[in-house]
Structure formats: structure tokens, C-alpha cells
């Protein structure tokens, strides 16, 4: 049976659990060619197993995306080897402490800025060329609904999600009349994240969606055609 990604090659950061590892799961359960990035080789190497024994194809890269070098390196090698990027799902992000505005931490707030937006950033730059080279170059942002609708005590992660949804908006009015990449913001909703459980830690963790419910939303919509800015939240 024919797979939807065969041939593909995605790039999924963040992927060594929660949303990110389910959705280089799903995406090498479709046939793509999954580049997997976190912090942790050993955990990656736990996705990476996984997607083999379920017979796909993955390539592990750890990297700290702090670090605009290693990421910079990294599209190097995907070109060299692959030529092209089908996919780039911007999934790594840290929650940070949650705190009224006032009562910030100015050093933990760089720190959070430096993930969540600067390398994104970063990422979005370094990948453009490739994402161009592809016939149909898809690049995916796992957002919150803070980002959009403010709430107390939030707000430096809702900050940094709505600076990532206008850089991404941003990104796809650029170039989606010049090429064939389309962006698509994504809010996973309530998730059973190791970041929800820091946020909600008396929630049980029963009561909310697995990350396989948001990654085959994420694989579904990716079929599609859709309008470049595209929105999709995620019930459940």
C-alpha cells in the first residue's frame, strides 16, 4: 500500500517525547524520512527504535537549538544528503515559570525567548532554501491558546507563542507566492505533555488527549491542501 510521505523527509524538533516524538512517529508510519532533534541522544535513540521497529526510517540529531551554529550545521547536512526539506514541524519549546508579569525573572525570560522565538528564528532561516526545494514544503508550529487569548499568570510563554505566530505568519505571506511552501499553525489543546503536567500538576493525566491524537491531526491535515496561515486546533 502506498504511504502518503514516501520520499519525504520531515524535520521534527523537540521529538524525543510528547508531541514531537508522536508526530516523527506518525509522519515515518507515512513513509517520510524522519530527522528527529532534542537535547538527549538517549531518548532520542528510544524514538529512533521505535519508528525502526515499526519499519520506517529515522535519523537521530541531537542538538541544542540555543546553539544557531549546530542548527546551521545541521541544514548543511540535510542538504548534502537529502537536497531538499518536505516538512518542518517547530515543536521544541520551554514553558518556563509561571509567574505574574511583574515577577518575571529576567534571566529565565532570555532563556525562554531564546527557544521558543530566536531559534525558530533560526530554524525557519536556515531551512528556507530547502523547504523551497521541495514541491509541496510544509512547515509546522505547535503553538498555545495563550498565545492568542492572554491569560494571568502565563505570560511570558504566551509572549513567546505569539511571537512565534507572527513570525511564522509572517514567513508564509513571504513566500507563498513564490514558491510551493504553506504554514500551518497548530494548537494541540489539553495534551499529556511532561510541560502540562508541570503547568496542571494536581490535573490527572487520564482526563486529557494523548500526543498520538495531536500527531495524526498533524499528519492529517498535512495531506490536505490548505491555505498558507492555516490554523488547526486540536479538540479533545
Do not use: C
Request: proline share 3%; hydrophobic share 50%.
Amino acid at each position: 500500500m502506498t504511504k502518503l510521505f514516501e520520499g519525504k523527509v520531515a524535520l521534527v524538533t523537540g521529538a524525543s517525547r510528547g508531541i514531537g516524538a508522536a508526530t516523527a512517529k506518525a509522519l515515518a508510519a507515512q513513509g517520510a524520512h524522519v530527522i528527529i532533534t532534542a537535547r538527549t541522544a538517549k531518548d532520542l535513540e528510544a524514538v529512533e527504535d521505535a519508528i525502526f521497529n515499526a519499519g520506517g526510517n529515522a535519523t537521530i540529531a541531537p542538538l541544542d537549538l540555543t546553539d544557531g551554529d549546530s542548527i546551521a550545521r545541521l541544514a548543511t547536512a540535510v542538504t548534502e544528503r537529502w537536497g531538499k526539506l518536505d516538512v518542518l514541524v517547530l515543536n521544541a519549546a520551554m514553558l518556563g515559570t509561571l509567574a505574574p508579569v511583574p515577577a518575571i525573572d529576567g534571566a529565565e525570560f532570555a532563556r525562554l525567548f531564546t527557544l521558543n522565538v530566536t531559534a525558530q528564528q533560526v530554524l525557519i532561516a536556515s531551512f528556507d532554501a530547502l523547504l523551497r526545494k521541495s514541491d509541496a514544503g510544509r512547515l509546522v508550529a505547535l503553538t498555545s491558546s495563550v498565545g492568542a487569548a492572554p491569560r494571568a499568570f502565563w505570560g511570558a510563554y504566551g509572549a513567546s507563542k505569539a511571537a512565534l505566530e507572527t513570525l511564522v505568519a509572517s514567513y508564509g505571506e513571504e513566500v507563498k507566492n513564490l514558491s510551493a511552501v504553506r504554514t500551518i499553525i497548530v494548537d494541540p489543546g489539553r495534551t499529556r505533555t511532561q510541560m502540562r503536567a508541570k503547568a496542571y500538576p494536581g490535573e490527572d493525566p487520564a482526563t486529557v488527549k494523548e500526543p498520538s491524537v495531536v500527531a495524526d491531526a498533524i499528519v492529517a491535515m498535512l495531506t490536505t491542501e490548505f491555505e498558507t496561515g492555516h490554523r488547526l486546533v486540536v479538540e479533545g
